[in-house]
């Protein structure tokens, strides 16, 4: 072996370790990312205050059963109201223009608010 095969070796081997590192710290990130997430929803939840806006996109809301033999309930995510505009959707349930910022804001409160209600609802 040659001494520029034994560095292109060496070098190898130095590319694949960094890509081991590389991974797990994508991992630790990603954990990390979700569990913000559930805290920034926990806090969320537990401010949450349910508005008309919340009722009505919730009534409109098309909810589908996942895929034959699983349990999980859901919407398309891509049209959760019908139609595959969800931003033009939303505008038009609620009858009037909304910002993007706000958008964003109902979607992320959406699952929250019905759980609040089923919770709150007594047979």
Same mark, same amino acid.
């Given at each position: 072996?040659?001494? =520029?095969?034994?560095? #292109?070796?060496?070098?190898?081997?130095?590319?694949?370790?960094?890509?081991?590192?590389?991974?797990?710290?994508?991992?630790?990130?990603?954990?990390?990312?979700?569990?913000?997430?559930? %805290?920034?929803?926990?806090?969320?939840?537990?401010?949450?205050?349910?508005?008309?806006?919340?009722?009505?996109?919730?009534?409109? *809301?098309?909810? %589908?059963?996942?895929?034959?033999?699983?349990?999980? #309930?859901?919407?398309?995510?891509?049209?959760?109201?019908?139609?595959?505009?969800?931003?033009?959707?939303?505008?038009? #349930? *609620?009858?009037?223009? =909304?910002?993007?910022?706000?958008?964003?804001?109902?979607?992320?409160?959406?699952?929250?608010?019905?759980?609040?209600?089923?919770?709150?609802?007594?047979?």
């Amino acid at each position: 072996m040659t001494d =520029i095969e034994k560095e #292109i070796q060496k070098v190898e081997q130095e590319v694949a370790r960094n890509k081991v590192e590389l991974r797990e710290l994508e991992m630790i990130l990603y954990d990390l990312k979700r569990k913000l997430e559930k %805290e920034m929803a926990f806090e969320l939840n537990e401010n949450l205050v349910i508005t008309k806006d919340h009722i009505k996109l919730l009534k409109r *809301l098309e909810f %589908e059963q996942s895929e034959p033999g699983y349990y999980a #309930i859901g919407t398309d995510v891509k049209c959760p109201f019908g139609d595959s505009d969800v931003r033009s959707d939303v505008r038009k #349930i *609620l009858g009037r223009k =909304i910002s993007s910022k706000e958008f964003e804001k109902l979607m992320k409160e959406l699952p929250l608010a019905l759980n609040k209600l089923i919770e709150k609802f007594e047979v």
